[in-house]
């Protein structure tokens, strides 16, 4: 059925972050958000999410952001997540390991998940999505699926129930038909969405055998730089798309990373640490500031 989510990704990179993302919510601005949980900021950033819980007019739809890419790691504190999207993605393909590799990536997420279950108890779902969208690739989707279920077997009846995980397809036609918007896309992330295009299909059907929801995302061809005159330039096309297609559509964007004096040794990655300190975190910020008119026509 179709549904609108305007989503911010990341919650707890630090915690200029978290409060940024908790006054959108209080504002109206956002209604989803997803749970980063490899910084060392999370104790903080959570306590500052379930303090301002009571006040938020509407309860926020959280999701665990699975992290496998930086960060500090959950199944063995000591370590940082040292993977990229390439060489899970060359792993899942070539790798002779691949057992090994999918049981460490197993634990990893499972204890993710756990962590955030465990430090906010308004949950009463659970969703999953990921950093750079790496449960797309198929080994990191079977370790999910096998995460969640280790999880559910351990927590018995007391284990929340897994609702949404998010497919990262993108429709490029509403974009397309903007003639006057091509030279503002990056040519990059038109190959980022045609290759995760090519592997939504294979965990949609997964999604579609647990019987999870049917989704459409939003905040791919933009990513990073998703401004507020190009948002409402394509806002009724995309929002068409899902209609037609009746599905629940999540437009993501990224309105808040870290400040420059808040980096930290978990911050491991010099390239995605630029992508949390870069100006396209205050051009996201703006673009939900000044979205609701749009939304509320949803």
């Known amino acids: ?51 301002a819980w009571d006040s938020f007019p509407v309860k926020p739809l959280i999701t665990v952001h699975i992290d496998l890419v930086d960060g500090r790691s ?19 393909c070539f790798s002779l390991n691949k057992k090994e590799i999918k049981a460490e990536l197993v634990k990893e997420i499972k204890a993710q998940i756990v962590k955030v279950v465990d ?43 897994l609702t949404f995980v998010r497919i990262a397809r993108e429709p490029a036609g509403p974009f397309l038909k903007k003639t006057e918007l091509y030279k503002t896309y990056s040519p ?14 294979r965990i949609e059907r997964q999604c579609k055998n647990r019987g999870l929801e049917k989704t459409l995302l939003w905040g791919l061809i933009m990513s990073g730089n998703m401004d507020i005159d190009r948002v409402k330039t394509c806002f009724d096309s995309v929002c068409d798309v899902a209609k037609k297609k009746d599905r629940y559509l999540e437009i993501l964007f990224h309105p808040a990373g870290i400040m420059a004096e808040e980096r930290q040794e978990c911050h491991n990655k010099d390239d995605i640490a630029a992508f949390y300190l870069a100006d396209g975190r205050a051009t996201e910020l703006n673009a939900i500031q000044n979205l609701r008119e749009f939304a509320a026509k949803e």
Request: aromatic content about 8%; proline content about 4%; charged content about 20%.
């Open 1 to 51: 059925m179709y549904r609108l989510d305007i989503h911010a990704d990341d919650y707890g990179l630090s915690e200029s972050n978290a409060r940024i993302l908790i006054e959108a919510i209080k504002q109206g601005e956002l209604n989803s958000i997803s749970i980063i949980p490899t910084m060392d900021c999370f104790p903080e950033c959570m306590d500052m999410l379930k303090e």
């Open 74 to 92: 959950q199944a063995d504190n000591s370590k940082f997540i040292t993977n990229s999207w390439g060489s899970l993605f060359l792993a899942s």
């Open 119 to 161: 430090a906010l108890p308004q949950m009463k779902e659970l969703r999953l999505d990921s950093h750079m969208h790496t449960h797309m690739i198929p080994i990191v989707a079977d370790a999910m699926w096998e995460a969640y279920d280790i999880y559910a077997e351990e927590r018995g009846a007391d284990a929340l129930p």
């Open 188 to 201: 990059i992330n038109f190959v980022k969405n045609m290759i995760l295009n090519i592997l939504a299909g």
